[in-house]
């Protein structure tokens, strides 16, 4: 039995791409003014997603301009958003990116996942040798003995 609020909500959800924290996003935000409306981008990082993934979830997207921080709290499921749009992803270790406020250069900066997948192998077959490498150079000691 589904109440009157669970229909209401479910009938209000969109379809929304998976966005997480250490996501770059473009959002495109209706503005009314006065009888016109447009629409105006927003692209930055998301530095934190709140409440779920439900009718009331949220996230925070952060952006620099001119050397000062801005910070927009956008609800996802707004009817005032009428696209978002993933950029692009980072491998990030938290769920919320809130050190980003403070960060200076590099310690700003967030990998890229795809960047990141393509070194991990190369890191892995460096650190573990072939077999067959092995084998020579078990039979090099007994050889000079």
Same mark, same amino acid.
């Given at each position: 039995m589904t109440t009157l609020t669970e229909t209401f909500n479910k009938a209000q959800e969109k379809q929304m791409p998976d !966005?997480?924290?250490?996501?770059?996003?473009? !959002?495109?935000? /209706? !503005? /009314? +003014?006065?009888? /016109?409306?447009?629409i105006q981008i927003f692209e930055g990082v998301v530095i934190a997603r709140k409440h779920g993934k439900g009718i @009331? @979830?949220?996230?925070?997207?952060? /952006?620099?301009?001119?050397?000062?921080?801005? +910070?927009?709290i956008f609800p996802v499921h707004s009817p005032s958003l009428s696209k978002i749009e993933v950029v692009k992803s980072s491998k990030v270790r938290r769920s919320k990116l809130y050190y980003l406020r403070t960060a200076k250069g590099a310690k700003g900066k967030l990998k890229n996942k795809e960047l990141a997948a393509a070194i991990a192998p190369e890191k892995a077959a460096v650190m573990e040798p072939p077999a067959e490498d092995t084998a020579q150079q078990e039979s090099a000691p007994t050889e000079q003995k």
């Open positions: !966005i997480r924290p250490g996501d770059i996003v473009r !959002i495109h935000q /209706k !503005i /009314k +003014e006065g009888d /016109k409306e447009r @009331s @979830s949220t996230i925070t997207v952060r /952006k620099v301009v001119d050397t000062i921080g801005v +910070e927009k």
